[in-house]
C-alpha cells in the first residue's frame, strides 16, 4: 500500500535557525514527489516536483531534496511568514493523476 | 484573477439535507479533483475527472457525486448528508499527467 510519511508533525524555530523537514514514502513507483504550503483557512499552494533521485529544486529559503525512500524540505534561516504546514505528497503509477498526501508538518517561526 | 475558485466558501447545514459545492478554474486545465480535508487536516483524494474518465476513490460514499458541466467545472452534489462529512473539500486542476496541481480556497462544511 502507498504511504507517505512526514515527520516531525509540528516544529517551532526561532527565526533564522535553520531545519529540515522529512517526507518517507512507500509508492508502486513514484511519477513525482510534491511539496506543497498550506496556510491557514486557505489551499495548499505548489513549491516544488521532483521527479528522480538526486534532483534538487530551491525557491528562496526553501530547497528541496529526493533520494529513492525519502524527501527532505531545508529550511535556510527561515522568517516567521515561513510560518505554515508544510505537506509532501506522492503521485504513484497507478492514482490515475491523484496525490497521496501526507499529514504535514506545522511550522512554526518565532521572532 | 483567481484560477480555482469554489463556492461557498462556508456551508452549513442539517443532517439528511442535499447540497452542493461549486468548482470552477480558468487555467484551461483539463483534469479536475476533489480532496476532502478532516478534522486532522489529512488530504484525501475523493475524485479525479477529466473529459475521458472519471477515476473514483473506492472509499468514498455514492452518496457524493461529481458532475462537470464542462471542462472548466466540476461541481460536487452531496445526498444524505451525515455528521461524519464535516471537513474542508478543496477542488484542484491540473493540465494533466505529472503536472503540479493548483487548488482552490476550500469549502468548509459543517454538518448539524
Known amino acids: 500500500e502507498d504511504q507517505v510519511t512526514q515527520s516531525p508533525e509540528a516544529l517551532r524555530l526561532q527565526e533564522g535557525e535553520s531545519s529540515s523537514l522529512n517526507c518517507s514514502y512507500t509508492?508502486?513507483?513514484?511519477?513525482?514527489l510534491f511539496w506543497y504550503r498550506q496556510d491557514p483557512g486557505k489551499g495548499p499552494e505548489f513549491l516544488f516536483t521532483?521527479?528522480?533521485a538526486g534532483e534538487e529544486k530551491e525557491k528562496e529559503r526553501l530547497k528541496a531534496t529526493l533520494t529513492k525512500k525519502e524527501s527532505f524540505l531545508h529550511i535556510t534561516a527561515p522568517k516567521p511568514e515561513d510560518s505554515a504546514t508544510y505537506l509532501c505528497?506522492?503521485?504513484?503509477?497507478?492514482?490515475?493523476?491523484?496525490?497521496?498526501f501526507g499529514k504535514g508538518t506545522s511550522l512554526l517561526v518565532t521572532p | 484573477d483567481t484560477a480555482v475558485s469554489q463556492t461557498p466558501k462556508y456551508l452549513v447545514t442539517q443532517m439528511g439535507n442535499d447540497k452542493s459545492i461549486k468548482c470552477e478554474q480558468n487555467?484551461?486545465?483539463?483534469?479536475m479533483y476533489w480532496y476532502k480535508q478532516d478534522s486532522k487536516k489529512f488530504l484525501k483524494i475523493m475524485f479525479s475527472?477529466?473529459?475521458?474518465?472519471?477515476?473514483i476513490n473506492e472509499t468514498v460514499p455514492n452518496r457524493f457525486s461529481p458532475k462537470s458541466p464542462d471542462k472548466a467545472h466540476l461541481n460536487l452534489h452531496i445526498n444524505s448528508l451525515e455528521l461524519g462529512d464535516s471537513a474542508v473539500y478543496f477542488c484542484?486542476?491540473?493540465?494533466?499527467?505529472?503536472?503540479?496541481?493548483?487548488f482552490g480556497p476550500g469549502t468548509r462544511l459543517t454538518v448539524l
Open positions: 505528497a506522492v503521485h504513484p503509477s497507478n492514482s490515475g493523476y491523484a496525490l497521496n
Open positions: 509508492v508502486s513507483g513514484l511519477r513525482g
Open positions: 521532483l521527479y528522480s
Open positions: 487555467l484551461g486545465h483539463d483534469t
Open positions: 475527472y477529466n473529459n475521458k474518465e472519471l477515476i
Open positions: 484542484a486542476s491540473n493540465s494533466g499527467g505529472d503536472n503540479e496541481q493548483f
